[in-house]
């Protein structure tokens, strides 16, 4: 299934258009599946309503630990580098990540969990955090991963949403230099979380913490109650695998459901081919398993193939701004998967942290989760890739489940800022407003995907019409990414960013209207409004528009109790850059905020605002642009 020369991808991606079924048949004979499919497609994008390989049986737990035992069971599965570089790094081979996974597969249906139900997971970046996911897949339950950037309520409302019966955590987690104490989080959560009956807590910073009797229970003493044998749950290709929460344009997040067969093909095949990743291989991603890049491209795709993943529980500036480099020489790492946002940061200071690195191992890398400028995309080539290591932009969101626009490392050529061309089997296309085609090369539009892949969602949870409503219901018959999209006169796409009201801040995708609710349940604020603007380092920082007539004290006070507000409500992760007090929001007359205008001000260019005379109040553009020359 491996691509290997562009001859082969042209070919490979004509198949895959002309006789879809027949390709990806093909592609999913390299998994094993307890029972073959008897369709390998059934769809429509109206209801929407799409099947892969229906009738199949597998577990994908078995494609990632069992399927690898007889010939690669000591090859290491997980390397675990931690948070602080005096503590030893951990290898787990597929032997070991098998029976561990077993092992606390059988703790979890010993606290009551089975096929089917939901569990919250909350948790550090440590190995247990795979087993933890791999163990939900093993019993067929449904997992649902909170970054642990994410508040109480912000958890609270995704446990209730999904009625998860289990949350696994630990006691705490370390970021640099600081301790985040993830147990009394999750507590203050499921004060308002009826349907939870357990909470499995492992110790990892060891800080104190409340065990409530009945509820709460330690990892360590749990797996010592078990053996590690746990026959994996027989599961249909379309039963549930995962529910991920992701932010949109409406106040609430939703949860993006990802099945077992379909996603499993798609997470393994495009990892095996878009990182042209070859047997005995390191491969580090240095994402958090908290978001999609983790779930499918530190667990699900690299097990599937066999390979080496690298996990790390800690940032890249800590203790110092070697600490990536470190790690690629520690552990020879041969493939870095990594953010436009990490790229900037450590750009930022200068070379002197390469100095004595030994980086001769790195023969591929990669960019996700934002548009990667040009100046990132040079260094990162020239200083890290030695001008050697094909860089794969790789276009995709959590709704795809993978790698959608990429280049194939070592297969098909990069250019730079360019995520290039579409992997086979998908047919991306770029529409105007009407949802008319734009033909031909050289043009903008906004992207849309026109056929299904497996790996795509298949609803949202809780609320399919949701799921239509967003993605399907835009265009008729096309999946609506939501982003923009440049197709250059060689057809080569580039995505451009977002064109709804999504911000994505340091790779991550935030929701101004989620933003606007949490800064107007701070008590004194009447309304605000959000919009982004470019950031060096963060690709676009959270400008925030807020009224506030009666403040209590200075006016600086008030900003930090607002940030400490939004805090609370989602996260430390959703926290404003930018806050300005104005006396009135720029409106039409019907009432409707014009964030185009507030947007152009953030980015500090009022040559142009248009006509803003069929405003309510005219007036207020004038001292909202004054307001901005003081902050
Ligand atoms: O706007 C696109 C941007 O990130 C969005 C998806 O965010 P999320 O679901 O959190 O998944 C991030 C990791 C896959 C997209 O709609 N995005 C992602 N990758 C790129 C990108 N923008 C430009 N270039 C990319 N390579």
Same mark, same amino acid.
């Given at each position: 299934?491996? @691509?290997?020369?562009?001859?082969? !991808? ?30 390998? /497609? ?62 606390? +597969? ?15 997971? $909350?948790?550090?970046?440590? #190995?247990? /955090? ?6 939900? +897949? ?50 203050? +959560? ?53 529910? &991920? ?20 093909? $798609? ?21 958090? @398993? ?49 953010? #436009? ?17 030994? /980086? ?33 932009? %790789? ?53 849309? @995907? ?8 298949? %609803? ?10 967003? !993605? ?10 939501? =982003?923009?999209?440049?197709? =250059?006169?060689?057809?080569? !796409? ?8 999504? &911000? ?75 806050? &300005? ?34 405003? /309510?109040?005219?007036? @207020? ?9 003081? &902050?």
């Amino acid at each position: 299934m491996q @691509i290997t020369s562009f001859k082969q !991808y042209e070919e490979d991606y004509k198949k895959s258009v002309e006789n879809p079924e027949q390709f990806w048949g093909e592609v999913a004979q390299n998994f094993q599946w307890r029972k073959p499919w008897f369709k390998v /497609l059934s769809w429509n994008f109206n209801e929407p309503n799409i099947k892969w390989f229906e009738g199949a049986k597998l577990n994908i737990t078995e494609n990632c630990l069992d399927r690898h035992l007889a010939t690669n069971g000591d090859k290491p599965a997980i390397v675990w580098e931690p948070n602080n570089p005096e503590e030893e790094s951990v290898t787990y081979t597929y032997k070991m990540l098998h029976e561990r996974v077993c092992r606390f +597969a059988n703790v979890l249906k010993r606290n009551g969990a089975k096929k089917g139900d939901r569990i919250c997971i $909350y948790m550090p970046m440590v #190995p247990e /955090l795979a087993i933890a996911v791999l163990a939900c +897949a093993r019993i067929g339950a449904v997992h649902s991963v909170i970054f642990g950037g994410f508040s109480a309520k912000s958890i609270a409302d995704r446990i209730n949403d999904s009625q998860c019966k289990v949350v696994i955590t630990a006691d705490g987690s370390y970021r640099g230099n600081k301790q985040i104490p993830l147990k009394e989080v999750i507590d203050d +959560a499921l004060i308002g979380c009826p349907t939870v009956e357990k909470c499995i807590v492992l110790t990892h910073i060891r800080t104190p913490v409340s065990m409530l009797k009945g509820r709460d229970v330690w990892w360590e003493d749990e797996v010592k109650h078990v053996n590690d044998i746990c026959e994996a749950e027989e599961m249909d290709a379309e039963d549930m695998l995962f529910i &991920l929460y992701t932010s949109g344009s409406t106040g609430k997040p939703k949860g993006v459901v990802h099945t077992c067969g379909g996603y499993m093909v $798609y997470a393994g095949y495009t990892f095996s081919n878009v990182f042209n990743y070859q047997p005995g291989e390191v491969y580090f991603c240095t994402a958090d @398993i908290g978001w999609i890049t983790g779930h499918s491209y530190i667990i699900y795709g690299p097990l599937s193939q066999g390979a080496t993943s690298v996990l790390f529980e800690g940032i890249p500036t800590y203790p110092t701004p070697s600490r990536f480099w470190d790690i690629v020489e520690k552990h020879k790492v041969n493939t870095l998967y990594t953010a #436009p946002t990490a790229i900037r940061s450590l750009m930022s200071y200068g070379e002197e942290p390469l100095k004595d690195k030994d /980086l001769s191992s790195i023969r591929v890398l990669g960019s996700v989760g934002e548009p990667i400028n040009e100046e990132a995309w040079h260094w990162f080539d020239e200083k890290i890739g030695r001008g050697k290591a094909p860089i794969v932009d %790789t276009w995709w969101q959590t709704e795809t489940g993978g790698i959608m626009i990429s280049p194939i490392a070592t297969v098909t050529p990069t250019k730079p800022s360019f995520a290039t061309l579409p992997l086979p089997g998908i047919q991306p296309i770029l529409v105007d407003e009407n949802g008319n085609e734009i033909e031909g090369n050289g043009v903008m539009g906004n992207l849309c @995907i026109k056929f299904p892949w497996p790996g795509m969602l298949r %609803t949202t949870y809780g609320d399919h019409e949701r799921c239509k409503q967003t !993605y399907f219901s835009t265009y008729e018959n096309l999946y609506f990414t939501g =982003d923009g999209c440049l197709r =250059d006169e060689d057809g080569y !796409y580039r995505i451009t960013g977002r064109v709804d009201d999504v &911000l994505n801040v340091s790779g991550h995708r935030i929701g101004t209207a989620e933003v606007e609710n949490a800064i107007n349940m701070h008590a004194g604020v009447v309304e605000s409004a959000v919009v982004g603007y470019p950031h060096d380092v963060k690709g676009q920082g959270i400008y925030a528009f807020v009224i506030y007539p009666e403040m209590h004290g200075e006016a600086e006070l008030s900003k930090k109790d607002i940030l400490q507000t939004v805090t609370r409500v989602i996260g430390a992760i959703a926290k404003p850059d930018k806050i &300005l007090f104005v006396s009135g929001l720029p409106k039409t007359r019907s009432g409707k905020i014009m964030r185009r205008i507030l947007r152009k001000i953030a980015e500090g260019d009022t040559s142009n605002l248009g006509d803003t005379s069929t405003l /309510l109040d005219p007036g @207020i553009v004038e001292e909202i642009i004054e307001a901005t020359k003081k &902050l």
